[in-house]
């Protein structure tokens, strides 16, 4: 299994502005993912983080919004800029690990006011 | 592209009572299955999984599914819930074939057990 940890936990943020999602994981692992999960909703992939090259993101998702960096095997950042209420979700690092089975971090719950 | 389907949005038992919650997939190759449960306050974590053999997987705390293929079903179970089961179930995805590994999830299932 994996250990993943985000930080921070929570935050509450104002529109327009921005908040930079730490994921770290305690092995080095090859996967890794950001999904968000909005209220009452299920968890939808905003993109594959790839370590040494640019994000691969899903529909719906662009690197402007959602700028993503991964500098090495177990630690990646998810940026949500310029935010609006909208954006408000639980945002989850999931890596994958070498047998295809995923684990989850504890997820970042942000409000936007 | 895949989707899952999970028909049973909200189920409310009895402690004992048994559990059975739907899972329908959506794709034309094989597939990795899991069942990811998010306990009330807390984080996803894995039920169990499936990626070949014996369709019927059991996973942790008593849970088990059973894929079965010509219905791209992958139902989870559970004998006699507990209190202590009332959480949401997710269930999910990724295709075998394509190198794709992040997961397609379904809608989730809220499972609440009455004591």
């Known amino acids: 299994s994996a250990v993943i940890s985000q930080k921070p936990s929570r935050d509450i943020c104002q529109r327009g502005t921005s908040l930079t999602i730490q994921c770290q994981v305690d092995?080095?692992?090859?996967?890794m993912f950001w999904y968000r999960q909005q209220p009452g909703q299920s968890l939808t992939l905003i993109a594959t983080?790839?370590?040494?090259?640019?994000?691969?993101?899903e529909s719906g998702f662009v690197i402007d919004k959602f700028p993503i960096s991964r500098p090495n095997l177990t630690f990646s950042t998810l940026t949500v800029s310029n935010m609006s209420p909208e954006d408000s979700s639980i945002y989850l690092c999931?890596?994958?690990?070498?047998?295809?089975?995923?684990?989850f971090g504890p997820g970042t719950r942000l409000t936007v006011l | 592209a895949q989707s899952v389907s999970q028909h049973n949005h909200h189920v409310i038992l009895s402690e004992a009572a048994s559990l059975e919650l739907g899972c329908n997939y959506s794709?034309?190759?094989?597939?990795?299955l899991f069942w990811y449960v998010q306990y009330p306050g807390q984080h996803l974590q894995l039920l169990l999984k499936?990626?070949?053999?014996?369709?019927l997987v059991k996973g942790i705390k008593g849970f088990e599914a059973e894929f079965i293929k010509s219905k791209f079903s992958f139902n989870l179970r559970k004998p006699s819930v507990q209190w202590s089961d009332t959480a949401e179930y997710f269930c999910?995805?990724?295709?075998?074939?394509?190198?794709?590994?992040?997961?397609?999830f379904g809608s989730g299932t809220r499972l609440q057990v009455q004591p």
């Open positions: 499936y990626f070949s053999g014996d369709p």
């Open positions: 999910a995805v990724n295709p075998k074939d394509t190198g794709r590994r992040a997961l397609t």
């Open positions: 092995s080095q692992v090859t996967m």
């Open positions: 999931s890596v994958a690990t070498a047998t295809d089975t995923q684990y």
């Open positions: 983080a790839n370590q040494g090259s640019e994000a691969t993101y």
């Open positions: 794709y034309g190759g094989t597939v990795n």
